[in-house]
């Protein structure tokens, strides 16, 4: 079981501190630092200092780790064109030397549209394909060849499909609850599909459409990774975790039920319960950004025992 790092800086974290936790997370043997990409707080938080750019960061880190892969749980379509998009990421890429992974997804939450003067189109999943098959397409590409697109939504006319990334194939996830678009997606443009806040009955449900939908598509269901995304609470003894429940604004009885929250021992047995119906990898989402202890106890007492 691969454990990775996922953070959600819009709830207020400054590079710095975003800095602070990719390097912990290499040092500790993490397999990746991720972030969401919003532009607004949600719920009670003031969010201070403000949002930081999902890819200006992932530039930042790229030139500042080393090891560690990089990458977006979502990247918002609607935020970017797909293009443009597209030459991010590849550069990105090679700033890191290779180690980056694109997450992307339609864009969810008008609220930060509307405070920031971005377009909320109502066909977002329309424009989600199209993003993805230009994305991959550009990527795909043989140099000295070009590229062109003619959809509903978005044009491209010869293109030099430049710059290439480092990686021959960046790692493309899609996720989701959806029961019918989301997985049909997956099955045509992911390598990974990534199944956030679920509980194991939803998981098994949504990974199973997944692999349907891959083999319809003609493709092999165990050429994707299978992921979960939960928040993560851990704490050595009970006082522990509330404090860390506690810190984050969360019950623990809650968290137990819905994220991986308790002892290490009862940690690693929820996680063991998503690898039973499949999953392969799992983001912990880390919400107490200055809480670095966390992640050494989480790396100490929960990854080793998972191997």
């Given at each position: 079981m691969d454990l990775r790092v996922?953070?959600?800086?819009?709830?207020?974290?400054?590079?710095?501190?975003l800095l602070r936790v990719a390097k912990a997370a290499e040092d500790l043997n993490y397999g990746a630092f991720f972030r969401s990409d919003h532009y607004l707080h949600m719920g009670s938080v003031s969010g201070l200092p403000g949002p930081t750019d999902a890819w200006i960061t992932l530039a930042g880190l790229a030139r500042e780790t080393s090891r560690i892969r990089l990458g977006t749980l979502m990247t918002a379509g609607?935020?970017?064109?797909?293009?443009?998009?597209?030459i991010q990421v590849a550069q990105v890429d090679q700033m890191s030397g290779g180690r980056v992974e694109l997450g992307l997804g339609s864009g969810w939450y008008?609220?930060?549209?509307?405070?920031?003067?971005?377009?909320?189109?109502k066909e977002k999943f329309g424009r989600l394909d199209e993003q993805l098959a230009i994305v991959t397409g550009l990527w795909s590409t043989p140099a000295g060849e070009r590229f062109s697109f003619d959809g509903t939504y978005y044009q491209l006319k010869d293109s030099p499909a430049l710059p290439k990334p480092a990686q021959s194939k960046v790692p493309v996830l899609v996720g989701g609850h959806g029961a019918k678009r989301t997985p049909a997606l997956a099955a045509r443009y992911a390598d990974e599909f990534n199944i956030p806040f679920a509980s194991v009955a939803d998981t098994d449900q949504q990974f199973a459409r997944v692999r349907a939908a891959a083999e319809q598509a003609g493709r092999k269901s165990d050429e994707l990774m299978y992921s979960n995304a939960l928040v993560a609470c851990v704490g050595r003894t009970d006082a522990e975790v509330k404090?860390?429940?506690d810190a984050i604004g969360r019950d623990v009885e809650e968290l137990k039920a819905n994220g991986l929250a308790g002892s290490p021992a009862e940690v690693v047995e929820r996680i063991a319960q998503f690898e039973a119906v499949g999953s392969q990898r799992m983001y912990l989402q880390m919400l107490d950004l200055d809480d670095?202890?966390?992640?050494?106890?989480?790396?100490?007492?929960?990854m080793r025992q998972l191997g």
């Open positions: 996922f953070t959600e800086p819009q709830q207020g974290a400054t590079y710095e501190t609607t935020f970017r064109l797909p293009g443009v998009l597209a008008e609220a930060e549209h509307e405070a920031y003067g971005i377009p909320f189109p404090r860390r429940a670095l202890d966390h992640l050494e106890l989480i790396a100490s007492e929960v």
